[in-house]
């Protein structure tokens, strides 16, 4: 009899990719206690933890692609353990072995060619803007909109990109698009463990904005905000980055942007992990809605850091979730239990996900989903 | 000699020990496994009485009590009524079997229907065997 | 007066027993300065042929922690039992088997063959068993022989004292220390905690014991004021004995029950049973069915430190006589 565990030359893997946070891990559970799958299925991370500790992860297992990356279990967690770096280390691993899932192979390689997880031609990246007073990025321009594939690409999502314009024309701000010079901010693909994508789509934003001149990134997606802020640097360079809810914000507190149009809704926000969990920004949305007459702003069961995930995050967008086992069906359900008209959000792929839960349970007529800047717009006397 | 199951029978004063009586004074033939105990009512019986009962040898333990709404103490038979069933689930926990426990409403009219709880009992747990606890 | 002899042993536990010992901080130099500990493993070198060179009665004291699963715990409490004037069952293993008990839901050959044959990290397809006796060029190995029965220490020997808690909390310890120091030991059979229910020591707010869902503790914050038992969470305050200081109602956690059966009280499982049972009021089949599947582990839930001293002890082994 021999003992098979710990298996060395597995855990030094794991250790190579990036995911030695494990070692933190002293098994308590309340990762398992936390995270938002076990309200639909079960789903154990710090079992998947207590593999990785052993060595003994199953590559071949749907296991290791359910972790959305909403950083319920991080926050929570009284060691600090980085599970979210853990599963990715561990789906580094399966990419390169190409255990990945066939949906999300598809997204990747889509991300590899044309810079687009949609599989969207690249020469079309700026079409979403062609109608509107939208200027190219050059050299000196003060501010670069990075409108995100999401917003770029698909028509639902694309009042997103479109309503910032509308403000940043307002205030006659100098902004541009770098339109087909862009890719993808690959933050998705990084935490679904394709780590040399990644790499790749970083490099040729990098030298797009550089070559550009690049200093300040206006970007529409939490998940581009996150990755420009906090995972660029490691490139050696850094840009300072707003999101739209904070530019929102910043503008309306120098009362440079006075929203006057009474709206007369009751809006929920829904806090997105990227930009509440990932980087503490819960106040500026909210303050956002506040200063639009005639709303009245309720708050979700589950806000702020208790937040709970769109079910989008870390490439599970491209997955398939069966309708039983949906995050976005339960938060659609929440919004609806406080009485809600619109469901304020401020990231694409919420966007995506919780219009198909809207859609798929027939709630559409009596629950409106609105991007926190498309309100604004719609707040402002023209 | 073949298995006769010893049963220990908790009857409830005011309907199922009365029925238990009406089926002995109609002279109602039914197999002889149940010793009873008379206690005022079904809510008396404490999941430590079943317990008891097995470690002191019984094979099965009978719980009789008045139909719900009709318990003389108003309220005493949904206690019996929600124990019972949250013990067998525990019961099957430590490996007893859910014939062995058995929940059972007889009025004092009903003589033939506690006769025939009765033999039914005694036959499902002759065929699951003596109880015979591992201590 | 001359010094009392102590000894301390860890037997089926996990060591937070004698932690709680040395939580007692400074005052372990006044426990140093009362007496001569002559066994301590975790401790200290003493070896069991020290233990057996005593006479008979030469230790005062003796602090024992764990429950009693092999033969070497066995012989070990037999040991001890005849050298000692007092054995204390210290801790919820030593007095009701504690958690270690709960292994009484398997037995022996279920035991091994998860730890050796299931086990993900191990690969024994061989089946290879640990023996009693191995021959080895040497000569003979020993093992102890594995309990299918996880045992309390007063079902091994004769117990005077009875010391709850997982582990005890620091101030009954030194009730014990100070009881020791005077000599002011209470009657043998006592358990050095409260007579009344932990429920009596709960300074929460109890308003009607009257529940129609059951929680478990992740899926509610409960009312920090509120008796939980009221807001549907399990506490075991009404079947447990009291005296620990209401320590894990204070961390807004209810009652696990560690302290065992309140005094008068045999079957702690059971009593707790009735109580959750009578106070969820609901009537009709189907709502009691669902009650029933919402307390998703009755034996481990009751009986979490209490298997050893219940009343069925363990599961049935079939076709065993």
Request: overall charge negative; charged content about 25%.
């Amino acid at each position: 009899m021999k003992a098979v565990a710990p298996f060395k030359e597995a855990i030094d893997t794991v250790i190579e990719a990036g995911g030695d946070a494990f070692k933190l891990c002293y098994q308590c559970g309340v990762c398992s206690g936390s995270c938002p799958w076990n309200l639909v299925r079960t789903f154990l991370p710090r079992k998947l933890i207590r593999e990785t500790q052993f060595g003994l992860v199953d590559l071949e297992s749907d296991e290791i692609w359910r972790c959305v990356g909403c950083r319920t279990c991080v926050q929570r967690c009284p060691r600090g353990v980085e599970l979210v770096d853990i599963m990715r280390a561990i789906r580094r691993i399966a990419v390169e072995w190409r255990a990945v899932p066939a949906s999300l192979r598809t997204a990747m390689t889509s991300m590899g060619t044309v810079g687009n997880p949609w599989g969207e031609a690249r020469e079309k990246r700026a079409d979403w803007a062609k109608d509107l007073d939208v200027k190219t990025f050059t050299k000196g321009t003060e501010l670069l909109l990075f409108p995100c594939c999401t917003p770029a690409y698909d028509p639902r999502a694309r009042v997103m990109a479109t309503s910032v314009v509308k403000i940043l024309n307002a205030m006659g701000a100098d902004f541009g698009i770098l339109g087909v010079e862009e890719s993808c901010c690959g933050e998705s693909v990084r935490k679904a463990g394709d780590e040399a994508l990644f790499q790749s789509l970083a490099r040729d934003n990098i030298t797009a904005f550089v070559e550009n001149g690049v200093k300040k990134i206006l970007t529409v997606s939490p998940h581009c905000y996150n990755s420009f802020k906090k995972e660029y640097p490691e490139f050696g360079l850094e840009f300072e980055v707003i999101h739209s809810t904070q530019y929102l914000a910043e503008l309306i507190e120098q009362g440079r942007l006075k929203p006057t149009k009474e709206l007369n809704k009751r809006v929920a926000y829904h806090d997105s992990c990227c930009l509440g969990r990932y980087n503490d920004i819960y106040d500026e949305p909210r303050e956002v809605l506040k200063s639009i007459p005639g709303i009245e702003l309720v708050e979700l069961p589950d806000s702020r850091e208790e937040s709970l995930c769109c079910g989008g995050c870390a490439g599970r967008l491209w997955l398939e979730t069966p309708k039983e086992e949906r995050l976005s069906d339960i938060r659609i359900e929440q919004a609806l239990e406080v009485g809600a008209d619109v469901l304020a959000l401020s990231c694409p792929y919420c966007f995506l996900n919780l219009e198909d839960s809207l859609l798929t349970m027939g709630k559409g007529d009596v629950l409106e989903l609105k991007d926190v800047t498309q309100l604004v717009v719609e707040a402002i006397q023209e | 000699m073949a298995f006769e199951p010893k049963i220990v029978g908790f009857l409830c004063n005011w309907c199922s020990y009365a029925g238990a009586d009406l089926a002995g004074t109609s002279r109602m033939k039914y197999a002889p496994n149940v010793r009873v105990i008379r206690v005022m009512c079904s809510g008396r019986v404490e999941p430590a009485f079943v317990l008891k009962a097995f470690k002191e040898g019984a094979d099965g333990v009978l719980i009789c009590g008045c139909h719900p709404g009709d318990c003389h103490y108003m309220e005493g038979n949904y206690k019996a009524a929600r124990r019972i069933p949250l013990l067998k689930k525990m019961l099957s926990q430590f490996g007893i079997e859910d014939e062995r426990v058995r929940l059972e409403w007889v009025s004092a009219a009903e003589g033939d229907r506690f006769a025939s709880i009765v033999n039914d009992m005694t036959k499902k747990v002759k065929e699951l065997g003596p109880f015979r606890n591992q201590s | 007066m001359a010094k009392l002899k102590l000894a301390l042993y860890w037997s089926a536990s996990c060591g937070g027993c004698d932690v709680a010992v040395l939580d007692i901080n400074e005052k372990i130099l006044d426990v140093a300065a009362l007496a001569d500990i002559v066994l301590w493993p975790i401790a200290l070198d003493f070896k069991y042929h020290h233990v057996e060179a005593m006479p008979d009665g030469a230790i005062d004291v003796c602090l024992w922690n764990g429950a009693v699963r092999n033969s070497e715990q066995e012989g070990i409490a037999k040991l001890l039992r005849a050298k000692s004037n007092a054995m204390v069952a210290f801790g919820s293993c030593a007095c009701f088997g504690g958690i270690p008990a709960l292994a009484n839901f398997n037995n022996g050959a279920q035991a091994f063959e998860r730890a050796y044959v299931e086990a993900p990290t191990n690969d024994n397809s061989e089946k290879v068993f640990p023996q009693t006796k191995t021959g080895v060029a040497e000569g003979e190995l020993e093992l102890p022989e594995f309990y299918d029965t996880v045992l309390a220490l007063e079902q091994v020997v004769p117990v005077e004292y009875f010391m709850p808690g997982c582990p005890p909390p620091v101030d009954l310890i030194l009730k014990v220390v100070d009881a020791l120091a005077t000599g002011q030991l209470p009657p043998p059979g006592a358990v050095i905690a409260s007579e009344k229910t932990l429920c009596d020591e709960c300074d929460r707010v109890k308003e009607e014991k009257k529940i129609s869902k059951i929680y478990r503790p992740h899926e509610i914050i409960p009312d920090p004021e509120r008796c939980l038992l009221e807001q549907g969470l399990i506490c075991m305050g009404p079947a447990t004995r009291g005296g620990c200081g209401q320590r894990c109602i204070l961390a807004n956690m209810p009652c696990r029950g560690c302290f065992g059966p309140p005094a008068g009280v045999t079957d702690q499982g059971a009593k707790m049973l009735s109580a959750l049972a009578s106070i969820y009021e609901v009537k009709d089949d189907k709502e009691i069915a669902a009650m029933v599947e919402e307390v998703v582990d009755p034996a481990g839930t009751f009986y979490r430190f209490g298997m050893s001293t219940s009343m069925l002890r363990r599961k049935r082994i079939v076709g065993v006589s």
